[in-house]
């Protein structure tokens, strides 16, 4: 079956201003992104990856350029169109988690589900679930303070599954990880992609993750160097060394206020 493109980034340019002078992030940068595609995004550091992955979260403005999702300008969608969007259809794993500290593990996991006004009984076993599929089942009810900084990203990782997302957005999600927990991480990506046709962009250092990426998309100095993609039936994820079971509020887009006032 032929695969429809989902995102489209269109000449996409980025600047900051910066001390009074003008900053070039990004330069006419142009990426499409289809239905189900797993692909990560490599290059040295400063080159533009993260800001890329943010536009393409719709968290910040390009400078100029497109940002299509099914066709339609993202861009210029008004704030509150943004926020629901981003709740129902990205699932954002960024280097900074922004877990809310006075939640435990399974309430942040369950936020962007309480955001929307879903009941608790049901989102509470979900977010079980997917805790326990990052290897947390024994942190159900540790607050972030009280979890290592591996943890809290797995915790964040969990909640970007929550909602289902059709795309993941993930600055490099096994950055704190042990070999076996990464493996474990990845192993999930992939199931996911395969299970529910889950589409993730993943940007990262990890050349091992990268080797296993069927598209890998490599920027430096703000622009796209080379978009490489590999026979899909060549990768493999590693069967991991630890079996899983089967079983800041713009990441989550919406209103967590509103949800700390139903707590109390
Ligand atoms: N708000 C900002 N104002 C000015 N410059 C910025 C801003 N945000 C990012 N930059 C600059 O833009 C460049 C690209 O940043 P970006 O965070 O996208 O890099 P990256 O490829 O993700 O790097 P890394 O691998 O280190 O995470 C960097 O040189 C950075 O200093
Ligand atoms: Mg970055």
Same mark, same amino acid.
């Given at each position: 079956?032929?695969?429809?493109?989902?995102?489209?980034?269109?000449?996409?340019?980025?600047?900051?201003?910066?001390?009074?002078?003008?900053?070039?992030?990004?330069?006419?940068?142009?990426?499409?992104?289809?239905?189900?595609?797993?692909?990560?995004?490599?290059?040295?550091?400063?080159?533009?990856?993260?800001?890329?992955?943010?536009?393409?979260?719709?968290?910040?403005?390009?400078?100029?350029?497109?940002?299509?999702?099914?066709?339609?300008?993202?861009?210029?969608?008004?704030?509150? #169109? &943004?926020?629901?969007?981003?709740?129902?259809?990205?699932?954002?794993?960024?280097?900074?988690?922004?877990?809310?500290?006075?939640?435990?593990?399974?309430?942040?996991?369950?936020?962007?589900?309480?955001?929307?006004?879903?009941?608790?009984?049901?989102?509470?076993?979900?977010?079980?679930?997917?805790?326990?599929?990052?290897?947390?089942?024994?942190?159900?009810?540790?607050?972030?303070?009280?979890?290592?900084?591996?943890?809290?990203?797995?915790?964040?990782?969990?909640?970007? &599954?929550?909602?289902?997302?059709?795309?993941?957005?993930?600055?490099?999600?096994?950055?704190?990880?042990?070999?076996?927990?990464?493996?474990?991480?990845?192993?999930?990506?992939?199931?996911?992609?395969?299970?529910?046709?889950?589409?993730?962009?993943?940007?990262?250092?990890?050349?091992?993750?990268?080797?296993?990426?069927?598209?890998?998309?490599?920027?430096?100095?703000?622009?796209?160097?080379?978009?490489?993609?590999?026979?899909?039936?060549?990768?493999?994820?590693?069967?991991?060394? #630890?079996?899983?079971?089967?079983?800041?509020?713009?990441?989550?887009?919406?209103?967590?206020?509103?949800?700390?006032?139903?707590?109390?």
């Amino acid at each position: 079956m032929a695969k429809s493109d989902m995102v489209v980034v269109e000449n996409v340019s980025k600047r900051f201003e910066h001390e009074g002078n003008e900053l070039t992030v990004l330069k006419n940068v142009s990426l499409t992104v289809q239905e189900r595609d797993m692909l990560c995004v490599v290059g040295p550091s400063g080159a533009g990856k993260s800001t890329l992955l943010h536009l393409m979260g719709t968290l910040d403005l390009p400078t100029s350029g497109k940002i299509k999702y099914d066709g339609e300008d993202v861009t210029r969608f008004g704030s509150a #169109r &943004l926020a629901a969007f981003r709740n129902e259809r990205i699932g954002f794993v960024f280097q900074f988690h922004h877990l809310l500290p006075e939640f435990t593990a399974v309430e942040n996991v369950m936020m962007p589900g309480l955001i929307r006004g879903q009941r608790r009984g049901k989102l509470k076993g979900r977010a079980e679930a997917l805790l326990e599929e990052v290897g947390l089942a024994h942190r159900f009810s540790h607050r972030p303070g009280e979890l290592s900084g591996g943890e809290q990203q797995r915790v964040a990782l969990a909640r970007a &599954l929550m909602m289902e997302p059709r795309l993941v957005l993930a600055d490099e999600p096994t950055g704190n990880l042990d070999t076996a927990t990464s493996h474990a991480v990845h192993e999930l990506f992939f199931r996911l992609n395969e299970a529910r046709g889950t589409t993730f962009l993943i940007v990262t250092h990890n050349p091992e993750l990268a080797k296993l990426m069927p598209r890998v998309v490599s920027m430096r100095d703000g622009e796209i160097e080379g978009d490489v993609r590999k026979d899909v039936d060549s990768y493999r994820a590693p069967s991991s060394e #630890r079996p899983m079971t089967q079983s800041k509020s713009a990441e989550i887009g919406g209103d967590v206020d509103k949800v700390r006032a139903e707590e109390e």
